[in-house]
């Protein structure tokens, strides 16, 4: 592979701390057959590797988890060559032993949300891929690499369940969530993840804990604001925590990603529809993804 592009995507917390890292930042206007992305796209360097970056929720937090334009998102990374992506956002705890403060790298996902738009193809055809093991494992693991040569704590799986918000869980869901398997809950993981499968690109999620879900009683005693201090203190944290990951993974010289890697093939075996059914101008549209 040829200068592979790292797509990096900053979540709540992490975006201004991801664009200061990048050296010989150009910004990048992008349009979509699916809209804008959030945010210009900032190309340019971090250590071994050039990157993309883009602001989930947009300039100034614009865009709440459900409004994000996660199809403009993906398809502007892939079009401008990237071939993997790392992402980051914020989540709850749903484990005692998963602390505010820590990092998660999930190796699967709860899908609860359900006004978003989850496939790129949907004027297109039937187009089914594979999603059984949602993130890259070989990326996941370029990353617990890194996270071994830093001092947090990083737990290297965890199923995410990812809700639609933009309102938290009550706690009888809280509960049912950990029933369920879940280990840490979000709003923003999906459809990003699916998007990033359906657009050939191997994708990882770095996570980070904000604090214990409603499924945990807090001290009565304390104020709500002394609570709300404390919680962005742990996002800060695991802000700082996660900067330095992404930064130690780009800093390796060794490849994130290959053609080999079956993130890069999900559309093999994945389209149904027969092309003299598809719509010509759509699939001309839509190329990129292709590629």
């Given at each position: 592979?040829r200068?592979?592009?790292?797509?990096?995507?900053?979540?709540?917390?992490?975006?201004?701390?991801?664009?200061?890292?990048?050296?010989?930042?150009?910004?990048?206007?992008m349009?979509?057959?699916?809209?804008?992305?959030?945010?210009?796209?900032?190309?340019?360097?971090?250590?071994?590797?050039?990157?993309?970056?883009?602001?989930?929720h947009?300039?100034?937090?614009?865009?709440?988890?459900?409004?994000?334009?996660?199809?403009?998102?993906?398809?502007?990374?892939?079009?401008?060559?990237?071939?993997?992506?790392?992402?980051?956002?914020?989540?709850?705890?749903?484990?005692?032993?998963?602390?505010?403060?820590h990092?998660?790298?999930?190796?699967?996902?709860?899908?609860?949300?359900?006004?978003?738009?989850?496939?790129?193809?949907?004027?297109?055809?039937?187009?089914?891929?594979?999603?059984?093991?949602?993130?890259?494992?070989?990326?996941?693991?370029?990353?617990?690499?890194?996270?071994?040569?830093?001092?947090?704590v990083?737990?290297?799986?965890?199923?995410?369940?990812c809700?639609?918000?933009p309102?938290?869980?009550?706690?009888?869901?809280?509960?049912?969530?950990?029933?369920?398997?879940?280990?840490?809950?979000?709003?923003?993981?999906?459809?990003?993840?699916?998007?990033?499968?359906?657009?050939?690109?191997?994708?990882?999620?770095?996570?980070?804990?904000?604090d214990?879900?409603c499924?945990?009683?807090?001290?009565?005693?304390?104020?709500?604001?002394?609570?709300?201090?404390?919680?962005?203190?742990?996002?800060?944290?695991?802000?700082q925590?996660?900067?330095?990951?992404?930064?130690?993974?780009l800093?390796?010289?060794?490849?994130?990603?290959?053609?080999?890697?079956?993130?890069r093939?999900?559309?093999?075996?994945?389209?149904?529809?027969?092309?003299?059914?598809?719509?010509?101008?759509?699939?001309?549209?839509?190329?990129?993804?292709?590629?």
């Amino acid at each position: 592979m040829r200068n592979p592009i790292i797509g990096l995507i900053g979540g709540t917390g992490l975006g201004d701390a991801l664009a200061e890292q990048i050296q010989d930042a150009v910004s990048k206007e992008m349009d979509t057959p699916f809209g804008r992305p959030s945010a210009p796209v900032l190309l340019g360097r971090i250590g071994a590797h050039r990157v993309a970056f883009l602001n989930r929720h947009g300039t100034g937090h614009r865009f709440n988890p459900s409004r994000v334009p996660y199809a403009a998102n993906l398809f502007a990374l892939k079009s401008l060559g990237v071939t993997a992506v790392i992402a980051s956002g914020a989540v709850g705890s749903l484990r005692e032993t998963i602390h505010p403060g820590h990092l998660v790298l999930p190796d699967q996902f709860i899908d609860k949300t359900w006004r978003r738009q989850t496939s790129f193809f949907d004027d297109l055809g039937a187009v089914h891929v594979e999603f059984s093991h949602p993130c890259c494992a070989r990326l996941r693991e370029r990353l617990m690499v890194a996270a071994e040569q830093i001092q947090t704590v990083t737990h290297s799986d965890g199923t995410y369940v990812c809700m639609e918000g933009p309102q938290f869980s009550t706690q009888a869901e809280s509960l049912m969530h950990r029933a369920w398997g879940g280990d840490v809950i979000g709003m923003t993981a999906l459809p990003e993840a699916k998007l990033a499968r359906e657009a050939q690109l191997c994708y990882a999620l770095v996570a980070l804990v904000s604090d214990y879900d409603c499924w945990r009683e807090h001290d009565s005693t304390v104020e709500k604001q002394t609570l709300l201090q404390e919680i962005i203190g742990n996002l800060n944290q695991a802000t700082q925590n996660a900067a330095a990951l992404i930064e130690k993974t780009l800093q390796s010289d060794r490849a994130l990603c290959d053609e080999n890697c079956a993130c890069r093939k999900s559309l093999e075996l994945a389209v149904w529809t027969k092309p003299d059914a598809m719509d010509p101008a759509t699939r001309r549209r839509l190329s990129p993804l292709f590629e």
